[in-house]
């Protein structure tokens, strides 16, 4: 799980979004960001949590913050669910894993008993330097933007 800490410099990334362009970590340089990864796109709570997020986008661009979610998800589906709940940032399609992995999002889970490997909700505030300023590992899905700001 996590190995990062709050004073680390984030991992710098390149991945393919929704749309098939290329973001990168530096494309941040001199910006706050907010990474948000979660599970799978298309499910309740991701969908709480995305939706909270969209909601309240223009406070947190006022407060100079850009937002990004990362799933394993493929690009389509991610495009769907953003043309569906009108999502107004972008979504990595880190289908291989490689920022999931860089960020140490990626472990044993139980859901029902069962257990299995996949993406734990966690979100990373990056500050404009590139160093991780907050880690929040206990994301309340309906909450999530008021965790943040």
Known sequence: MTILKIGDEAPNFEA????GNTISLSDYSGKKLVLFFYPKASTPGCT???????DNYQTFLSKGYEILGASADSAKRQQN?????EL???LLADEDKTVINAFGVWGPKKFMGREYDGIH???FVI???GI???????VKTKEHAAQIL
Not at 81 to 85: A, E
């Open 16 to 19: 393919l979004d929704n749309k």
């Open 81 to 85: 669910w953003i043309n569906k709940h």
């Open 88 to 90: 107004p940032f972008p």
């Open 121 to 123: 909700r966690t979100t």
């Open 132 to 138: 991780i300023s907050d880690i929040i590992a206990k």
């Open 48 to 54: 709480a949590e995305a939706c909270g997020l969209r």
């Open 127 to 129: 500050d404009e330097n």
